[in-house]
């Protein structure tokens, strides 16, 4: 089955800086890649995703990128700010998948933004 | 659209006891996921659902855990005598049919203590 590893594990930058979380998938069959916000005792949420047909995909201050051939994606967010602090998830799926598979994600990136 | 709708928020249960966790997917969404997630870690694949039929339920423990996905009502993941290890919370995620998009969106989540 697929297989997601995430970096690092937690993350601290200023305010304003950028912050890049990087994730790697073993199944090449993937297709998608969403990535979530989870806020401390609620429920993840998707903030962007990509699938295998493009390279990045950008959505105001957060882009992602993806690299096929290697097999990862990355989560940049630019200009950070206090509210941006949480965990963060990457996801890696094949769809569709026809059944026998779910989303399999990292581990989680804690993102702190220190003021 | 009231989103995933899982209940009870929280549950208390006793060593031994039962537990049956809700979840209503999104209006349209006919999949359905479970997910638990153990404190400061990441959300681990438990089961895929549809209507009446589980689909994928590799990441379900052998024994003492059971999931459904009645043609009416909601989806329940039921958890028969209930450990300390249980403990955790239970998030549900519901996409729209495979071919629709590969986004899921989550419930609020179950947070179960076992004392």
């Known amino acids: 089955g697929e297989n997601v590893e995430q970096h690092p594990s937690t993350l601290s930058v200023q305010e304003g800086d950028s912050a890049v979380i990087k994730c790697t998938y073993s199944?090449?069959?993937?297709?998608?890649f969403p990535w979530y916000k989870q806020e401390l005792g609620k429920r993840p949420q998707l903030i962007i995703d990509?699938?295998?047909?493009?390279g990045e995909k950008k959505d105001q201050r957060i882009a992602v990128t993806l690299n096929k051939t290697a097999k990862h994606f990355s989560l940049h967010i630019t200009e950070t700010q206090p509210e941006d602090s949480a965990v963060y998830f990457c996801?890696?799926?094949?769809?569709?998948?026809?059944?026998?598979?779910?989303?399999?994600f990292g581990k989680g990136t804690h993102l702190i933004i220190q003021p | 659209n009231a989103g995933v709708m899982q209940n009870p928020r929280h549950l208390v249960r006793r060593r031994g006891q039962e537990a049956r966790l809700r979840c209503s997917p999104m209006?349209?969404?006919?999949?359905v996921y479970w997910y638990r997630q153990l404190p400061e870690e990441g959300l681990k694949f438990m089961v895929y659902?549809?209507?009446?039929?589980?689909?994928?339920e590799s990441g379900m423990p052998k024994e003492r855990f059971s999931a459904e996905f009645p043609k009416e009502g909601p989806s329940i993941l039921r958890i028969q005598q209930v450990v300390r290890g249980d403990s955790a919370a239970y998030f549900c995620?519901?996409?729209?049919?495979?071919?629709?998009?590969?986004?899921?969106?989550f419930g609020s989540g179950t947070r179960l203590t076992v004392v």
């Open positions: 995620a519901s996409s729209p049919p495979l071919g629709q998009g590969g986004g899921y969106t």
């Open positions: 199944d090449s069959a993937s297709n998608y």
């Open positions: 990509i699938r295998s047909n493009v």
């Open positions: 996801a890696a799926r094949v769809v569709p998948g026809g059944g026998a598979d779910g989303l399999t």
């Open positions: 209006k349209g969404h006919s999949h």
């Open positions: 659902l549809q209507k009446e039929n589980i689909i994928d």
